[in-house]
């Protein structure tokens, strides 16, 4: 019975924890979703709560209810601007009795801010080739990590194990080590300012390679020399045997080069300049340039740039479990 106890006092406080640390990590998201659906007028003032909530004065003058905004304040009356629905002055330093002012404070979400971020900057054209580039890259990586992948885990060949530990040390490599040499051969190539340059580099991924041969491992050996008794050639083993085993590991690599591709900023800062080539990062930052005093139009920007990689995890993530929980099977 104690010992019950004890352990239930015991997940009490891991559950704790995880749902305090989760609490943290998730609160700017919801704070930036938040902003995103307020008024500029509002985040002016002030107000940075988690609800977007409008506040104002209002006059009622017995025939329509007014918005006003203060201009002075005389003794027991207030001069102010009455305002339309259509946000315009209707009425200029009307005095009003102070008590007849009305302060509002209410929920009110400010779609607008979403659609407005279109009309300001061509944010359709960064989704389009963001998702261009992304998929195409997806498709690239897919093929050439299952080959190389199979070709490391099951087929023997000399300077094999060598070569793999060769590749794995370019995980290790940080990025802007070889910008330099990376756009000087581009630009031999001419390929700088197209979308060669933001696909061909990219279509081999040094982490997906890793962690499909890690998978492949996997498979009982007594499988595959089934299948080759059977007949079945090296490259009909991986597509007849191997990939339909593997769906979770390519579901996980999928949604790690999609997002690798959603977020990258660096590189195709500095091999495009075209506004008609820029992905949805590089976009952002020069909108975050351009509007930086809005802060609503920013969080708005921000949040559409987030949901697509949210929604993608949300519908993999169960073949992401599946693929950490089968890295553990043995022959």
């Not at 300012?193 to 498979?219: G, K, V």
């Amino acid at each position: 019975m104690q010992e019950k106890l004890i352990f239930g006092i015991k997940n009490s406080v891991i559950y704790i924890f995880l749902i305090g640390f989760g609490i943290i990590m998730v609160a700017p998201f919801a704070w930036m979703l938040s902003t995103s659906l307020k008024s500029q007028l509002e985040v002016n003032r002030g107000h940075t709560g988690f609800i977007p909530l409008e506040q104002y004065l209002s006059y009622d003058d017995g025939e329509n209810v007014w918005r006003v905004s203060e201009v002075m304040v005389r003794g027991d009356s207030t001069v102010v601007n009455l305002i339309d629905e259509t946000g315009r002055i209707a009425r200029s330093f009307y005095t009003v009795r102070t008590e007849d002012l009305v302060q509002i404070k209410r929920v009110k979400l400010y779609f607008r801010n979403f659609t407005r971020i279109f009309e300001r900057v061509p944010f359709g054209r960064y989704f389009l080739n963001t998702i261009f580039v992304s998929f195409t890259t997806l498709i690239g990586v897919i093929i050439t990590s299952c080959l190389s992948a199979y070709a490391f885990a099951r087929m023997r060949f000399k300077g094999r194990d060598v070569l793999f530990y060769f590749f794995i040390s370019m995980m290790m490599v940080p990025e802007p080590i070889y910008l330099v040499p990376c756009y000087v051969l581009l630009n031999y190539l001419g390929w700088i300012n197209t979308y060669q340059a933001l696909i061909i580099p990219w279509i081999a991924n040094i982490f997906t390679i890793f962690l499909m041969r890690q998978h492949f491992m996997s498979i009982p050996q007594d499988l595959l020399e089934a299948a080759s008794i059977d007949g079945c050639s090296q490259f009909k083993i991986l597509i007849k045997i191997i990939l339909p085993l593997s769906k979770p590991v390519i579901a996980t690599a999928c949604v790690f080069s999609l997002i690798g591709s959603w977020n990258s900023f660096m590189w195709p800062l500095i091999m495009t300049n075209d506004p008609e080539l820029r992905i949805i990062q590089v976009g952002l930052s020069y909108f975050a340039q351009e509007s930086s005093s809005q802060t609503t139009l920013l969080m708005a920007a921000s949040t559409l740039t987030i949901l697509p990689l949210v929604m993608i995890f949300l519908i993999a993530q169960k073949n992401i479990m599946a693929s950490y929980t089968s890295s553990g099977m043995k022959e």
